[in-house]
């Protein structure tokens, strides 16, 4: 259950343009995305103790959290760059 993904895209990688970075802003957020869709389907199996269940509830509310701040930090680049 994985939670601690970097973003890369999120920060400064010298002077390059929000399109440069792209790429690593789609695989930091198919990261997040893989974390949120893998503890779903765990949870939908429905054999988890409650404990764990709560655990993986985090995880995706972590991951999903991530994923807007990294949406919301290329947009703020992108509408910077214009």
Known sequence: ME?????S????HGHA???DRLPS?????NNLL????GNAELLQDGR??????RKRLTAIHTAAAKA???AAALQGQLDGSR
């Open 3 to 7: 939670t601690n993904v970097p973003t």
């Open 9 to 12: 895209a999120a920060h400064g």
């Open 17 to 19: 343009s929000p399109e």
């Open 25 to 29: 802003f789609l695989h930091d957020l």
């Open 34 to 37: 893989g974390i949120v869709l």
């Open 48 to 53: 988890d103790s409650e404990e764990k269940s």
């Open 68 to 70: 807007r701040d990294l």
